[in-house]
């Protein structure tokens, strides 16, 4: 005896509807780690050894501490940027914190983004429910915020701002 049609349409509606529920903070990559080894991206290489110029001058070893080799992405940025590599936001680097907030401050600018990307998320994942689009759904949610190196170049030499860090150009 063959199912009615009302009745095979009925559990087809209920089953896509199912697959639509739960999901709160959609998630737009399907790369999954699938060990329990280290993640590869929190890995950062250290600083080449170096002769010190006085071995007398070197600090006490420190079991499990600091290295001379240790390195420090925050600390060097700031360094990088004028600042002191060992003062704290306030205390040491005034100046780069005024220079930075020289057109203004928008406070909880990290909620702001956090809220707004997450809407993006949300709005995205009623797109692409069933998951027919080929590809990886976090660019396809995020491919018109892309900025385009290329184009922010000439826009930026065209008002007369050194861009001395040329991005390759374009492969087509």
């Known amino acids: 005896m ?12 209920a089953t896509v509807l199912a697959g639509c529920g739960g999901r709160d903070d959609v998630t737009l990559t399907r790369i999954r780690q699938s060990g329990n080894g280290p993640d590869e991206f929190s890995i950062i290489p250290g600083k080449p050894l170096q002769t010190p110029e006085d071995f007398a001058r070197l600090p006490a070893p420190n079991p499990g501490g600091a290295n001379l080799t240790d390195q420090n992405p925050l600390g060097d940025g700031i360094a990088a940027l004028g600042g002191s590599r060992t003062a704290t936001q306030g205390a040491g680097n005034a100046a780069i914190v ?10 909880g600018i990290r909620q702001t983004l956090a809220a707004e990307d ?4 949300r709005q995205h994942g009623r797109v692409d429910v069933l998951r027919f689009l ?16 290329h ?19 374009p492969t087509r």
């Not at 997450?118 to 998320?121: D, M, N, Q, T």
Request: charged letters at 30%; proline letters at 10%.
């Open 151 to 169: 184009r922010e170049e000439r826009r930026l030499r065209n008002r007369g701002v050194l861009t001395p860090a040329s991005p390759p150009p």
């Open 98 to 107: 005024n220079h930075v907030n020289r057109y203004g401050e928008t406070s």
């Open 2 to 13: 063959a199912m009615p049609r009302k009745t095979i349409l009925g559990l087809l509606v």
């Open 134 to 149: 080929p590809g990886d759904d976090y660019t396809q949610a995020y491919r018109r915020h892309w900025l385009d190196a």
């Open 118 to 121: 997450k809407e993006l998320r």
